[in-house]
């Protein structure tokens, strides 16, 4: 399937790199958190995420097997210092093979932290077996608490679906369990507080992302996202809110105390509030295309090389390359930013 991303060969001169197996970069930042995105497909269709009809899916031959993506995963864990790595997609549960790849994962000498990005509606059937499989934490997606506007929003009625996999996901030991939540103008703006209150009730622990320009419409407006400022401005109008005092490091989200805790709210700011400073990404697509920043508009394949008999020591050439071009930040409030080719759904979260 062509994307319209070009897939390129770093030249970045390697010279001045430091002598190390660590995927580094020319600004001081190690990479070692992977998000592998283990499918495009996605059984919701969220407006700001894919058009109703759904996207031109990629081919199974396209997409890495089991023992490629595992080979990938455990090269990038025990011979270039991951230690965390998040499955996403589309939506993994999609995935066969899913349980297989993370017990692999779990079962590297190094014990990675796992955890997985998920919409929700088949955790229930599958958190159980996720956590035998090894997985630490789930994050799921929610983005209201009204069931009619949950289907407006996917296009679909599965709202108690996500909500009985939240609670078979804190049940099976999946925790903490996150709650990621993208708030729109005109849809869902006026509920931030309840669902801090729902979460704080659950034990849950909620994530406000501001909505990014990674939508296959392009039709993102930064005028009609609801800024990280403007999420504290409300919640701080109903609950007591104070800095967490726990170091942030590489973390995308701000923590805060909610009355005084032990419940925390976290916001990411992307747009408006950046961490690229501090990022520790890498990130893997379903077929097999190594992306240094979740904006990048080029992309180096790793799929094909493996597939023609590469050795380890080139896949991790092919990777140290591309973690050391890495820019500086994703360049949102430059002007001459553009909006990758690749929506979210084949990036991965």
Known sequence: MDLGIPVVRPTTDMSTRP????????????????????????????????????????????????????????????????TNVRFTGGEPLLRQDLVDIISATSE?????????????????????????????????????????TFRELTRRDRFSDVLEGLEAAKAAGLEPVKVNTVLMRGLNGHEACDLLRYCVEHDYQLRFIEQMPLDPQHGWDRGQMITAEEILEMLGAEFDLTPHTAERGSAPAERWLV??????????????????????????????????????????????????????????????????????GHG???????????????IGG
């Not at 958190?33 to 031959?61: F, H, Q």
């Not at 949102?332 to 553009?338: Q, V």
Request: hydrophobic share 35%; charged share 25%; proline share 5%.
């Open 19 to 82: 002598d190390t197996p660590h995927l580094v970069d020319r600004f001081g930042r190690i990479a070692r958190d992977l998000r592998v995105s283990l499918i495009d497909k996605c059984n919701l269709r969220c407006t700001y995420c894919m058009p109703a009809e759904g996207l031109p899916w990629l081919k199974r031959s396209e997409l890495l097997d089991t023992g490629e993506m595992i080979r990938l995963i455990r090269i990038a864990v025990e011979e270039l210092g991951v």
């Open 108 to 148: 590297l000498p190094s014990k990675p932290k796992t955890s997985l990005t998920t919409n929700g509606i088949n955790l229930g059937r599958y958190a159980d077996a996720l956590k035998r499989g090894g997985l630490n934490r789930v994050n799921v997606s929610l983005d209201t608490l009204d069931r009619d």
């Open 259 to 328: 009355d005084g805790g032990p419940a925390t709210v976290g916001v990411i700011g992307s747009v408006t509030r950046p961490f690229c400073a501090t990022c520790d990404r890498t990130r893997l697509t379903a077929d097999g295309q190594l992306r240094s920043c979740l904006f990048s508009t080029t992309e180096t394949d790793l799929r094909g090389p493996m597939r023609a008999g590469a050795g380890d020591e080139e896949i991790m050439r092919l990777w140290q390359e591309t973690m050391w071009a890495k820019k500086a």
């Open 332 to 346: 949102m409030d430059t002007e001459g930013f553009a909006q990758p080719s690749r929506p979210m759904s084949a």
